[in-house]
Antibody, heavy 122, light 107 residues
Framework: QVQLQESGPGLVKPSETLSLTCTVSGGSVSSDNYFWTWIRQPPGKGLEWLGYIYNSGNTYYNPSLKSRVTVSVEASKNQFSLKLTSLTAADTAVYYC??????????????WGQGNLVTVSS | DIQMTQSPSSLSASVGDRVTISCRASQSISSFLNWYQQKPGKAPKLLIYTASRLESGVPSRFSGSGSGTDFTLTISSLQPEDFATYYCQQSHSIPYTFGQGTNLEIK
């Protein structure tokens, strides 16, 4: 059973860059059919898909974030990462890493990390 | 972007009740619709994928239906552990989007 675990800061200053890492165990970030994903949830609000990366290195992002988001993968460590630049208070959220399965009749986020609360404040 | 709208936003029900939650897409998404359950302080959990397919390990009291723009999640007989927030999500096109959530509370 795959497990995902986020790591990173809990507090970041406005205008700075957020960096989060997701460590995958019980599965490989190089596997076919899986896209490695970041999703966030502001306190008390709904879920927003930020972007994902496929093992080939192809990335897909939410246009709403314009050019602030970057997702990368480090296969040797079985990890993938999120960078979000130019932070504001509106970026305060729980950030989840997740696995998106794509194939056959299944296209969904089938495994999630526990979440990492990030507060943007000076 | 495809907008997903759930109804109701909140719902009170009792153990043993049959409950239905609706999700409407702003354009046709075929059957690319998934349902998740989220409990306070926890990550969402996949319940139903491709509109009607039950994820492994999910109790059979959960079922999904629909296609095109209108979808439904049904819980046939509510159990105490089912009180949570439920989200629909479309995988038809990027950016993937979620409904605003339905908070299922104990009556």
């Amino acid at each position: 059973q795959v497990q995902l675990q986020e790591s990173g800061p809990g507090l970041v200053k406005p205008s700075e860059t957020l960096s989060l890492t997701c460590t995958v165990s019980g599965g490989s970030v190089s596997s076919d059919n899986y896209f490695w994903t970041w999703i966030r949830q502001p306190p008390g609000k709904g879920l927003e898909w930020l972007g994902y990366i496929y093992n080939s290195g192809n990335t897909y992002y939410n246009p709403s974030l314009k050019s602030r988001v970057t997702v990368s993968v480090e296969a040797s460590k079985n990890q993938f990462s999120l960078k979000l630049t130019s932070l504001t208070a509106a970026d305060t959220a729980v950030y989840y890493c997740a696995r998106y399965y794509s194939g056959g009749n299944k296209y969904c986020f089938d495994s999630w990390g526990q979440g990492n609360l990030v507060t943007v404040s000076s | 972007d495809i907008q997903m709208t759930q109804s109701p936003s909140s719902l009170s029900a009792s153990v043993g009740d049959r409950v239905t939650i609706s999700c409407r897409a702003s354009q046709s998404i075929s059957s690319f619709l998934n349902w998740y359950q989220q409990k306070p302080g926890k990550a969402p959990k996949l319940l139903i994928y491709t509109a009607s397919r039950l994820e492994s390990g999910v109790p059979s009291r959960f079922s999904g239906s629909g296609s095109g723009t209108d979808f439904t999640l049904t819980i046939s007989s509510l159990q105490p552990e089912d009180f949570a927030t439920y989200y629909c999500q479309q995988s038809h096109s990027i950016p993937y989007t979620f409904g605003q959530g339905t908070n299922l509370e104990i009556k």
